[in-house]
C-alpha cells in the first residue's frame, strides 16, 4: 500500500484506540509538510512522539499495540526532518542529519513494512545540493543492494520516483518517462505513485521538451483533484496540490509563449503571486523561469524589484547548501540585470553564479550559460557620470522619491569610487544602495579593504557594520571587532579604535522595506 493508504489505516486504528489527536497528526503531517509548514510540522511531530513514547511506556510488559510500534515512530520522526529537505528545499545545511537518519533508521527486513524511507530524503538532499552532479551517489543509494527488503513496503513508491528522477538528472528523461508510462498502465499503477508520480511525469516530458503533453498531464491530474473536491471538502493537500499545478503550469505555458505558441495572457493569469514563491522555497526556481520567459515577451516588467527578490532567493539557496539552484537563479537574475542596463547588478549576480558553479560537478550547462552571461555584461555600456564623484551624492540626494532608483544610483556611487575609492560617504552610500538591492555582501567588499587600511575612520566602521548586521553576518561583525581592535590608538587610549555612535548621513535612497515585499507586474 502507499504512504498515503498507510497512514489512513494506521490514524483509523488510533481513533480505535480513543488517541484521536494523535490519529489526526499522522494524516496532518505529510499534509503540512507537503504544504511547507516547517514550524507546524516540527511542532506536531514533536507533540506525537512523545504521546507516542509515552503510550509504549505505560504498556510496559503487557507489550505497547502493533499500531504503536517502530513504523509508527519512524513515521512520525520522519516529517520534520523532509520538510526541510522538501518544501524547503535545503542542502548542505541538512546532509549531516540526513545521512544520520539513514545509519540509524530501522531496517525494513527486521520492522516490517516501513511507511517512509529515510534513504529517500538523503537522495532529494543529494539532489538540492547539485543535481546533475550527484547522480553517481544517488544512484549507490537507490541501487538494488540498499534497497532490498524495501519493496513491499509503503515507502516503495517515493523510492521508485527518486530513482526516476536520477535518469532525469543523468539527461535520459526518456527512460524517465518509459519508467513512468509502465507503472502508468497497470492496476495499481497510478495508485502507486499517485500525484507525485505525476508531477515526475511532468518533469521529464519537459526535459524533453514536450511542454503540450506534460500540460495534458497536468490537466488529467486538476480534474482528478477537482473530483475529490467535490466529494469531500478541500484539505491541507487539495491546497498543496492545487499550487504545485499552477507553478508547474506557469512554467510551461511562459514556455510556449517564448515560443510564440501560447499567448502571454494565458501564462500570467495562472503565475502565482510573488507571495507564494516566497512562502515555498521549492516552487521559487518554477517561478523564476516563468517570469524570465515572461519579461523576455515583454509581458512582464523587468525592475529592480524584480531584481531583488530573485538575488533574496539565490542567496537563501546560497546559505541552505543547494549551489545549483543559487547558481541557475544567479544567472537569470544576471540576465534579467542585463536587460534592464543594470551592469553592476549583473556582475554581482554573475560573480556570485560563478563561485557557486565552482563547487558543482558535471558543469558543462551552468558553464555555457556563464559565459553567455558574462558576454552580455562585457557588451554593456557603462552608465556615464552625471556629476563629479565628489558631488555626486548631493545630485542622489535631490532625485524626487518617485524617480528613485537603487540600480542607477548604485552605477553612480561605484563610478565615483572609482575616482575617491576612500571617501567614507561614498562608501557608506554604496553600503546603503547595497542594501536595498540586497547585494551586501558585495557592497562589504571596498568597505572592508578601507576599514583595514584606516580603522580609525569611526563612520566607516559604523557603516561596514550596519551592513554586516543587515546581512545577518556574524562572522564578519567578530573579524570587524578583532579588526578594530588591533587598530591605531584611539580616543579611549587603550590601543583601539574608539566607536562614537552616531549616524551616517544618509542620501535619499528608496525604501528597504518596500524592496523585500516587491512583486512581479504585468508590463504597460
Same mark, same amino acid.
Given at each position: 500500500?502507499?504512504?498515503?493508504?498507510?497512514?489512513?489505516?494506521?490514524?483509523?486504528?488510533?481513533?480505535?484506540?480513543?488517541?484521536?489527536? &494523535?490519529? +489526526?497528526?499522522?494524516?496532518?503531517?505529510?499534509?503540512?509538510?507537503?504544504?511547507?509548514?516547517?514550524?507546524?510540522?516540527?511542532?506536531?511531530?514533536?507533540?506525537?512522539?512523545?504521546?507516542?513514547?509515552?503510550?509504549?511506556?505505560?504498556?510496559?510488559?503487557?507489550?505497547?499495540? $502493533?499500531?504503536?510500534?517502530?513504523?509508527?515512530?519512524?513515521?512520525?520522526?520522519?516529517?520534520?526532518?523532509?520538510?526541510?529537505?522538501?518544501?524547503?528545499?535545503?542542502?548542505?545545511?541538512?546532509? $549531516?542529519?540526513?545521512?544520520?537518519?539513514?545509519?540509524?533508521?530501522?531496517?525494513?527486513?527486521?520492522?516490517?513494512?516501513?511507511?517512509?524511507?529515510?534513504?529517500?530524503?538523503?537522495?532529494?538532499?543529494?539532489?538540492?545540493?547539485?543535481?546533475?552532479?550527484?547522480?553517481?551517489?544517488?544512484?549507490?543509494?537507490?541501487?538494488?543492494?540498499?534497497?532490498?527488503?524495501?519493496?513491499?513496503?509503503?515507502?516503495?513508491?517515493?523510492?521508485?520516483? =527518486?530513482?526516476?528522477?536520477?535518469?532525469?538528472?543523468?539527461?535520459?528523461?526518456?527512460?524517465?518517462?518509459?519508467?513512468?508510462?509502465?507503472?502508468?498502465?497497470?492496476?495499481?499503477?497510478?495508485?502507486?505513485?499517485?500525484?507525485?508520480?505525476?508531477?515526475?511525469?511532468?518533469?521529464?516530458?519537459?526535459?524533453?521538451?514536450?511542454?503540450?503533453?506534460?500540460?495534458?498531464?497536468? +490537466?488529467?491530474?486538476?480534474?482528478?483533484?477537482?473530483?475529490?473536491?467535490?466529494?469531500?471538502?478541500?484539505?491541507?493537500?487539495?491546497?498543496?496540490?492545487?499550487?504545485?499545478?499552477?507553478?508547474?503550469?506557469?512554467?510551461?505555458?511562459?514556455?510556449?509563449?517564448?515560443?510564440?505558441?501560447?499567448?502571454?495572457?494565458?501564462?500570467?493569469?495562472?503565475?502565482?503571486?510573488?507571495?507564494?514563491?516566497?512562502?515555498?522555497?521549492?516552487?521559487?526556481?518554477?517561478?523564476?523561469?516563468?517570469?524570465?520567459?515572461?519579461?523576455?515577451?515583454?509581458?512582464? !516588467?523587468? +525592475?529592480?524589484?524584480?531584481?531583488?527578490?530573485? /538575488?533574496?532567493?539565490?542567496?537563501?539557496?546560497?546559505?541552505?547548501?543547494?549551489?545549483?539552484?543559487?547558481?541557475?537563479?544567479?544567472?537569470?537574475?544576471?540576465?534579467?540585470?542585463?536587460?534592464?542596463?543594470?551592469?553592476?547588478?549583473?556582475?554581482?549576480?554573475?560573480?556570485?553564479?560563478?563561485?557557486?558553479?565552482?563547487?558543482?560537478?558535471?558543469?558543462?550547462?551552468?558553464?555555457?550559460?556563464?559565459?553567455?552571461?558574462?558576454?552580455?555584461?562585457?557588451?554593456?555600456?557603462?552608465?556615464?557620470?552625471?556629476?563629479?564623484?565628489?558631488?555626486?551624492?548631493?545630485?542622489? !540626494?535631490?532625485?524626487?522619491? $518617485?524617480?528613485?532608483?537603487?540600480?542607477?544610483?548604485?552605477?553612480?556611487?561605484?563610478?565615483?569610487?572609482?575616482?575617491?575609492?576612500? +571617501?567614507?560617504?561614498?562608501?557608506? =552610500?554604496?553600503?546603503?544602495?547595497?542594501?536595498?538591492?540586497?547585494?551586501?555582501?558585495?557592497?562589504?567588499?571596498?568597505?572592508?579593504?578601507?576599514?583595514?587600511?584606516?580603522?580609525? $575612520?569611526?563612520?566607516?566602521?559604523?557603516?561596514?557594520?550596519? /551592513? &554586516?548586521?543587515?546581512?545577518?553576518?556574524?562572522?564578519?561583525?567578530?573579524?570587524?571587532?578583532? /579588526?578594530?581592535?588591533?587598530?591605531?590608538?584611539?580616543?579611549?587610549?587603550?590601543?583601539?579604535?574608539?566607536?562614537?555612535?552616531?549616524?551616517?548621513?544618509?542620501?535619499?535612497?528608496?525604501?528597504?522595506?518596500?524592496?523585500?515585499?516587491?512583486?512581479?507586474?504585468?508590463?504597460?
Amino acid at each position: 500500500m502507499p504512504m498515503w493508504t498507510w497512514a489512513g489505516e494506521t490514524a483509523r486504528h488510533l481513533r480505535k484506540m480513543g488517541q484521536v489527536e &494523535l490519529a +489526526d497528526s499522522v494524516t496532518t503531517l505529510p499534509e503540512s509538510c507537503e504544504a511547507g509548514e516547517a514550524v507546524r510540522v516540527e511542532m506536531v511531530a514533536r507533540s506525537a512522539l512523545r504521546t507516542a513514547r509515552r503510550l509504549v511506556a505505560e504498556a510496559g510488559e503487557a507489550g505497547a499495540p $502493533d499500531v504503536l510500534g517502530t513504523p509508527t515512530l519512524a513515521y512520525l520522526a520522519h516529517w520534520p526532518l523532509a520538510v526541510r529537505v522538501g518544501a524547503l528545499a535545503e542542502g548542505r545545511r541538512a546532509i $549531516d542529519q540526513a545521512v544520520a537518519a539513514v545509519e540509524e533508521g530501522p531496517d525494513p527486513r527486521e520492522h516490517g513494512p516501513l511507511p517512509v524511507s529515510a534513504l529517500e530524503t538523503l537522495a532529494r538532499c543529494h539532489a538540492n545540493i547539485d543535481a546533475a552532479g550527484t547522480t553517481a551517489a544517488r544512484r549507490e543509494l537507490l541501487s538494488a543492494q540498499r534497497l532490498d527488503g524495501w519493496e513491499n513496503t509503503p515507502a516503495w513508491p517515493s523510492l521508485c520516483l =527518486a530513482r526516476t528522477h536520477v535518469l532525469i538528472d543523468e539527461g535520459r528523461p526518456d527512460r524517465a518517462e518509459a519508467e513512468l508510462r509502465r507503472y502508468e498502465h497497470t492496476a495499481i499503477g497510478p495508485a502507486l505513485l499517485g500525484t507525485e508520480g505525476v508531477f515526475a511525469l511532468v518533469r521529464s516530458l519537459r526535459h524533453q521538451d514536450k511542454h503540450t503533453d506534460a500540460l495534458e498531464a497536468l +490537466d488529467r491530474l486538476e480534474a482528478e483533484i477537482a473530483l475529490e473536491r467535490e466529494a469531500a471538502a478541500a484539505g491541507t493537500r487539495h491546497v498543496a496540490l492545487g499550487r504545485s499545478i499552477r507553478f508547474e503550469r506557469a512554467r510551461l505555458l511562459s514556455w510556449l509563449v517564448r515560443l510564440g505558441l501560447c499567448p502571454s495572457r494565458d501564462a500570467i493569469g495562472v503565475l502565482p503571486t510573488v507571495e507564494e514563491a516566497e512562502a515555498h522555497p521549492s516552487l521559487r526556481s518554477a517561478w523564476v523561469e516563468a517570469v524570465e520567459n515572461l519579461v523576455c515577451q515583454g509581458a512582464v !516588467r523587468n +525592475d529592480w524589484r524584480l531584481g531583488v527578490r530573485i /538575488t533574496t532567493w539565490s542567496r537563501y539557496f546560497e546559505r541552505v547548501g543547494a549551489p545549483r539552484r543559487g547558481a541557475e537563479l544567479a544567472l537569470a537574475a544576471a540576465r534579467l540585470a542585463v536587460g534592464r542596463g543594470a551592469r553592476w547588478v549583473a556582475e554581482c549576480s554573475a560573480l556570485r553564479a560563478e563561485r557557486l558553479i565552482a563547487g558543482l560537478g558535471r558543469t558543462e550547462e551552468a558553464a555555457g550559460d556563464l559565459a553567455e552571461v558574462r558576454s552580455l555584461v562585457a557588451a554593456m555600456t557603462p552608465v556615464p557620470p552625471v556629476a563629479s564623484a565628489d558631488r555626486i551624492l548631493d545630485h542622489l !540626494r535631490a532625485q524626487p522619491a $518617485d524617480q528613485v532608483d537603487p540600480e542607477y544610483q548604485a552605477e553612480q556611487v561605484n563610478a565615483a569610487l572609482s575616482s575617491l575609492p576612500n +571617501d567614507t560617504p561614498l562608501l557608506a =552610500a554604496l553600503g546603503q544602495v547595497g542594501r536595498t538591492l540586497m547585494l551586501s555582501d558585495v557592497a562589504t567588499g571596498p568597505q572592508w579593504r578601507h576599514v583595514r587600511e584606516r580603522p580609525g $575612520d569611526q563612520n566607516a566602521a559604523l557603516s561596514l557594520l550596519e /551592513t &554586516l548586521l543587515h546581512d545577518n553576518d556574524t562572522a564578519g561583525v567578530r573579524d570587524l571587532v578583532r /579588526t578594530l581592535a588591533a587598530g591605531v590608538p584611539g580616543q579611549d587610549g587603550q590601543g583601539r579604535a574608539a566607536m562614537v555612535v552616531g549616524p551616517v548621513e544618509p542620501y535619499r535612497t528608496a525604501p528597504e522595506a518596500g524592496a523585500a515585499v516587491a512583486s512581479a507586474r504585468p508590463a504597460g
